[in-house]
């Protein structure tokens, strides 16, 4: 249907948002946004800001409250407070960003339209999608989204981490907890390592006798010997690594019976934080820009390589050397942000450049880091150079880190709502 003021007003009331969708300015170029995460919310802030109103910007998120699953882990440890891993879009719409409350259930590619499952459609010049992750279907034998409640993911942030944050503390007094690891790519290599410190520091304090134990299908894993080096020195004991070489790579779960069974040995678990392979979220498949589990991407401009009039960012894209990281995705947001204005408006685009550093904290003012900058080529985002921790590092440096991811969060944070 041909959008127009009443009938996407009329359709979209139930689910909008801060604002009802704007009545589009005529001969002004559209550019739609689907996700509003660290990809999504920063490259909507970022054509509208530097457009100055030469661009109309709507961005396409279901939900209202937005819950950033990079820092969660240290909800789950006990350094933050649910609320303040939560943001608003209110700051994006008041700075010219036509926010819609909706799911996206359809793209018509020749048309150059979304659907919108309140109805009606919205059309678009430039199309970018920053949905995240989905999680591979039968990843993980006998686990389901189905079964979400029962054993978590937590990769997604809000309910799932209180979720998982429930169950830790009400773990019995010398329970098990069993973490199942993912599979190479997936969203923040660390986060999986970081999270098992976290719930390890709770644990520690909380249920000094309770066990955790890693089911890994990984030969290894990013910041392995920092973290390794972590657990000996705080969590003595109290951590043990299944990875391939211990049946790791197979691995079975029963949510009913709350069982684990690791190459034919069950463990019971009081908790089991199932974290599956994963995918680009579905809207990359309803777009038909995937090649596998992710799109691949042009890394110069951050465009689908299957259809120029669309942007791909973040956890979903198959872009080269990144990581799937928030840093990432807010990196990739203002690339693909400027390659927008410049096909649209005629601005100057300068060459693609690419940042990333992952944050991780083992104990309280235990901080370790990793990072890299990267340039695009024609073939992929390529890294230049990387630097990381080192074991062995004194307790000053290791809190000066910590300290700086949490000055980044709060960075980075402003930078994504405004």
Not at 37 to 55: E, L, M, N
Not at 163 to 168: D, E, N, P, R
Not at 181 to 189: D, G, I, L, T
């Amino acid at each position: 249907m041909k959008l127009n003021r009443r009938s996407f007003i009329a359709a979209g009331a139930a689910t909008a948002g801060f604002a009802a969708p704007m009545l589009r300015a005529a001969g002004k170029p559209r550019v739609v946004v689907i996700g509003g995460g660290a990809g999504g919310a920063t490259v909507a802030r970022y054509v509208a800001k530097d457009s100055k109103g030469a661009i109309d910007v709507t961005l396409i998120e279901p939900t209202r409250q937005y819950y950033t699953c990079f820092f969660s882990n240290l909800y789950l440890g006990g350094f933050r407070d649910i609320e303040s891993l939560g943001y608003s879009y209110g700051k994006l719409a008041s700075g010219g960003v036509n926010v819609v409350h909706d799911w996206a259930i359809g793209i018509d590619r020749d048309a150059k339209t979304v659907a919108l499952a309140g109805g009606g459609t919205v059309p678009y010049d430039r199309l970018v999608l920053a949905p995240g992750i989905d999680f591979v279907e039968g990843a993980v034998p006998g686990w389901s989204v189905a079964a979400q409640n029962k054993m978590p993911h937590a990769y997604k942030g809000g309910s799932q981490t209180e979720l998982l944050k429930a169950q830790i503390d009400a773990m019995p007094q010398g329970g098990t907890y069993v973490m199942v690891a993912p599979p190479n790519p997936y969203r923040c290599p660390p986060g999986p390592y970081e999270r098992i410190s976290m719930v390890a520091h709770t644990l520690k304090a909380n249920n000094p006798t309770a066990k955790i134990i890693i089911v890994d299908p990984k030969e290894k894993f990013s910041k392995q010997a920092l973290f390794e080096e972590g657990w000996d020195t705080h969590y003595s004991g109290m951590i043990e690594r299944l990875g391939p070489d211990f049946g790791g790579d197979k691995v079975e779960v029963n949510p009913d019976e709350m069982t684990v069974n690791v190459d034919g040995e069950i463990i019971k678990a009081d908790v089991c934080n199932v974290i599956p392979a994963m995918k680009a979220g579905r809207v990359c498949d309803m777009a038909g820009v995937n090649d596998g589990n992710w799109a691949p991407v042009n890394g110069h401009t951050m465009q689908s390589r299957m259809d120029e009039n669309i942007h791909v960012l973040g956890d979903a894209c198959a872009q080269g050397d990144m990581p799937k990281s928030g840093f990432s995705a807010n990196s990739q947001a203002k690339v693909a942000a400027m390659a927008i204005r410049g096909a649209l408006t005629g601005s100057k685009v300068f060459p693609a450049k690419f940042s990333n550093t992952c944050w991780s904290l083992i104990d309280t003012d235990d901080g370790v880091k990793v990072g890299a900058t990267y340039e695009a080529t024609d073939e992929k985002i390529a890294k230049v150079d990387g630097f990381i921790s080192q074991t062995g590092e004194d307790a000053t440096l290791r809190k000066a880190t910590y300290e700086e991811s949490v000055g980044w969060y709060a960075g980075i944070t402003a930078d994504i709502f405004g």
